[in-house]
């Protein structure tokens, strides 16, 4: 509860403007790219660092983040979805679910840092995960702590049904260590510091930083961003 975030409209615009609002400071308006017509802060991070959420630009909307200085980055949709609305993210920002207008309706879709916004769905088939009877998955509207579990609603046998997805142990743990949007020498040096531990450099959340995050580090080397 040290920082909330949310958005108001002011009295001569009526236009809707999120906010960041950390105790020790006050409130400060987070800013929108040019041509925005409206701005609207969805959720917050856990440690107060992000806030997600969507602007609105003549004709289109964008699903985006803010950190905690105020910088804002769009988070990009898949080919054809509009009308987005970034719904959650989990405890340090690094994975965030909402929700988006297809050609076949509302879908849900989940946003990493290396792996950018794709289809809730498509995300879960790349895991050989089976759907079923699921038509549909929705909207996301919640996402745990760790980025692993994902809540929302979607189309079961014809009706509209609540729903909990795995998305495993190492979703949303960046090889980009340090966070500076690519994956490169530092990285590589964080991980072999923490060689046999945990924390974040173990990837792949087996429970220790070994070959097989060292693989996966390696097979994203460069840019790292969605």
């Known amino acids: 509860g040290r920082v909330v975030a ?23 308006a987070l800013p929108l790219p040019p041509g925005a017509v409206r701005g609207i802060a969805r959720g917050i991070s856990a440690d107060g660092q992000f806030v997600v959420g969507n602007v609105v630009t003549a004709g289109s909307g964008r699903p985006v983040r803010w950190n905690a200085t105020g910088q ?5 949709l898949p080919a054809g979805w509009s009308s987005p609305d970034s719904r959650a993210a989990n405890a340090d920002g690094s994975v965030i679910v909402g929700f988006a207008l297809t050609e076949e309706g509302d879908r849900a879709f989940v946003w990493t840092e290396c792996g950018g916004t794709v289809p809730l769905e498509q995300r879960l088939a790349d895991l050989g995960v089976d759907l079923g009877g699921w038509y549909a998955l929705s909207e996301a509207h919640a996402v745990d702590p760790s980025g692993r579990f994902v809540a929302g609603v979607g189309i079961l046998n014809g009706s509209t049904r609540p729903f909990l997805a795995d998305l495993g142990p190492g979703v949303g743990r960046s090889p980009d260590l340090d966070r500076d949007g690519a994956v490169d020498g530092v990285d590589l040096g964080l991980m072999l510091a923490g060689w046999g ?3 974040a450099a173990d990837l792949d959340g087996s429970g220790a930083v070994d ?16």
């Open 6 to 28: 949310g958005y108001f409209s002011p009295y001569d615009t009526q236009q809707d403007r999120p906010f960041r609002w950390p105790a020790a400071t006050g409130p400060m």
């Open 72 to 76: 804002l980055e769009d988070l990009g």
């Open 197 to 199: 531990g945990t924390g």
């Open 211 to 226: 070959g097989k995050d060292l693989g996966l580090l390696l097979a994203s080397w460069g840019v790292c961003g969605g």
